[in-house]
């Protein structure tokens, strides 16, 4: 039984970025050019109070060489890495499912047989989260659930033993399909018991850290529909040893 990991964000990725990008450049403004607004320049722009922020900026607006570097904020962005989920892959019961899995989250195979896309997890976003249900995801090749590969060159089949295990509670990591033996790379998490799924999905994984993780995906995220309310997405992916 090996172990995968996934690092989640909850939020905006490309939102998050600009907003990041312009605290750290009010914060490289006032390191260079503090001195000469009378702040301290070894300061945290995001503690600065009031008076020295409306300043910090109207510096920064008022200087050419600066403000053509784009937009300044003295405001920190919350960050959106929520953490860490980590998988038990069950290699004995559903073997090519979890060496499939395994290989998505390293992206050690390159690039998909039949998709000529990379055959890895890492910035793949979650297109379906439904309240009280599942987290899915695992779209290599268009992101939004319409499509999927494999390391085995599309869909491979059914596992018959992965099939009899049950969808018994928040965890349970399997794969998402069009009907019999159609699994590619598409897969999801359980956000509680789905009893619905059972004998119809293989599952090859069990979460044993980030539970925590899932309840705030449940919670901030899902939908009745699946439409995510926040973009999630896996920041990074691997196995540990």
Not at 53 to 60: A, S, V
Not at 76 to 103: H, M, S, W, Y
Not at 122 to 127: A, I, L, M, T, W
Not at 204 to 233: C, M, N, W
Request: hydrophobic share 35%.
């Amino acid at each position: 039984m090996g172990k995968g990991f996934l690092d989640i964000n909850i939020g905006d990725e490309v939102k998050y970025a600009a907003e990041l990008a312009a605290y750290n450049l009010a914060q490289e403004y006032l390191k260079s050019c503090g001195d000469q607004l009378g702040l301290d320049v070894s300061a945290d722009v995001s503690t600065l109070d009031d008076d020295s922020r409306q300043m910090l900026l109207e510096g920064f607006e008022s200087d050419p060489k600066w403000k053509t570097k784009g937009l300044a904020s003295t405001s920190k962005p919350a960050p959106i890495l929520a953490g860490r989920i980590v998988v038990d892959l069950l290699t004995q019961d559903a073997p090519k499912a979890a060496e499939n899995f395994r290989c998505l989250l390293t992206g050690e195979k390159g690039l998909g047989k039949a998709s000529r896309k990379p055959l890895h997890y890492k910035g793949v976003k979650f297109h379906r989260i439904v309240k009280g249900f599942v987290c899915q995801g695992g779209d290599v090749v268009k992101g939004d659930g319409s499509g999927g590969d494999s390391i085995y060159g599309g869909a491979f089949n059914d596992e018959k033993k992965a099939l009899g295990l049950k969808h018994d509670g928040p965890g349970v990591v399997a794969m998402a399909n069009a009907g019999k033996n159609s699994n590619t790379s598409q897969f999801f998490f359980t956000l509680a018991a789905a009893p619905q799924c059972d004998g119809k999905h293989v599952v090859f994984g069990k979460v044993v850290e980030g539970l925590d993780i899932l309840q705030r995906i449940d919670s901030e995220a899902a939908s009745a529909d699946g439409t995510p309310k926040v973009p999630v997405s896996i920041a990074d992916c691997g196995v540990l040893n």
